[in-house]
Structure formats: C-alpha cells, structure tokens
C-alpha cells in the first residue's frame, strides 16, 4: 500500500502509514506520541495504538516499541498471531535497527559498545543482560561558541546507530556510556547542553530518529525494509526540526 499523506501531528491527524497489508500495518510515529497507555503517564493524551486502532477501524496489537521522545518506525501486527511472529523476529534479534542520533561532541568514525544493561528501575542486585550497538560517526559540526564556557567551541556529531540487542534505553544508555550523550535527552544527557541547544536551534526535544527497519514478514518470511524517508513527511514537525539542523553551515561529512 502506497504511503498516506499526515497534514500534521496534531491528535486529530491521521498517523502517517508506510506500509500495510492484511497482517501488518508500519507507521511513522511522531515525537511526543506513547505507543500505548501507561499508568505512569496518566496525563497523556497521544497513544499510537489507540489512534491507529480508531483510523483503521480495527484492533491493532503492539510488536515493540519506541520511547515517547524517539520519532520514526514502528511496526504493529493486524492480528495476534503476526504481532506474535514479529515480536518473536525482535526477541531473537533477528531485525536490523537502524537510528540516527544528534550527540555531544565528536565520535569517532566508528565505535562498537558492548556494554551490558540492567532496567533503569531495577534493584541493585539485579543481572545485566547484554546489549550491544555499533556507532558510525556521519557528519560532524563545530559550533563557535562554548555550551559551558569551557572551550572555544561546542563540537557535534551526527551518528548512525545500529542495535543488535534491544534493551530499553539501550542507544541513549551507550551513549551516554561513551562519552556522546543524545542532545535533549533529559534522563541521560547533559542538562547545560540541552538547554544550550534547544535556545540556539529554537527546538527543545530528543534527538533520536528510528530511520529503518528491516523484518522478515510475518506470514511470507521474505525480508522486508522500512524507512521514514523525510521527503515524504514535509508537514511533520520534527522532521521540519531536523531539516533545519542539517541545513546548518559547517557540517563535514565522513567520506
């Protein structure tokens, strides 16, 4: 099915569809959007599932999910026994996930993390499980001021991030593990930075994209590759947020 268009990302506008079938259905999820309810956000208004369900008409199960801030990808099954095949393809890391991210200083052009996570509400006893994500450096910025008053300049790379686990937090928690945190987040950043940012660019937010997924369908098993490809989503804020990062002087790109 071909996309559909999203006039905005209002909780009255349609959620904008990248491909659908009579087993699943891909959306682009907006920043600022719950997948789905959640008793810790009891004064939330936007849930993805609950306005999929509304504009299809039908009931819609949830796959996996994306954290409120985090815009892009996200896949749900039309029935319960591909949302249950889809899940499983996630739980044994059978997807290629891949994100891009706006962080603190300059990355490296490649670094692998291999650094095992717990749940950021677990008790102090409880067992890390593995996870695992390979950063690729894109593009990197030098901006003429300092963020902290520190340095002459307040440097900025652009990151790809590919993980192969999938723990909650995990591209925020392992960059914030090496040294780059995600600029906006408020849980794993660095708050001066934040703040700094979001005065410069005018757009407080995260700065996580979930920019593809690759999943075997369902019930055919044939690969399958999603985008959130910008040039089809013009009216959605955030993408018009990155546009305008990416259309800023001094970007050098990584060849």
């Not at 506008?13 to 087993?23: F, G, K, R, T, V």
């Not at 300059?106 to 650094?115: G, Q």
């Not at 593009?139 to 307040?154: C, N």
Request: aromatic share 6%; hydrophobic share 40%; charged share 25%.
């Amino acid at each position: 099915m071909p996309d559909t268009a999203l006039p905005d990302s209002s909780p009255c506008a349609p959620l904008h569809i990248l491909w659908q079938d009579e087993h699943m259905v891909v959306v682009y999820k907006p920043a600022g959007w719950l997948v789905h309810r959640t008793g810790l956000d009891a004064h939330e208004t936007r849930f993805v599932m609950q306005a999929l369900r509304d504009q299809l008409g039908r009931h819609v199960w949830p796959v996996h999910r994306l954290d409120k801030g985090t815009c892009g990808v996200l896949v749900t099954g039309l029935h319960k026994e591909a949302a249950q095949a889809l899940a499983a393809s996630f739980a044994a890391h059978e997807t290629r996930k891949e994100y891009l991210a706006l962080v603190r200083g300059w990355l490296p052009d490649e670094v692998e993390v291999d650094h095992a996570l717990k749940p950021d509400d677990a008790p102090e006893d409880a067992p890390v499980q593995e996870a695992r994500t390979t950063l690729r450096c894109l593009s990197r910025l030098s901006w003429p001021e300092s963020y902290d008053g520190r340095h002459a300049e307040t440097r900025i790379s652009l990151v790809q991030a590919l993980p192969t686990t999938g723990r909650r937090h995990q591209i925020r928690r392992h960059l914030k593990h090496v040294a780059h945190p995600i600029i906006g987040d408020a849980t794993h950043g660095k708050g001066p930075l934040n703040r700094w940012w979001a005065e410069r660019l005018g757009q407080q937010r995260l700065w996580l994209h979930a920019r593809a997924l690759e999943i075997a369908h369902p019930v055919s098993q044939q690969a399958m590759r999603f985008e959130a490809d910008w040039a089809a989503l013009p009216h959605v804020p955030e993408v018009q947020d990155w546009e305008k990062l990416l259309a800023l002087p001094g970007w050098q790109e990584l060849a």
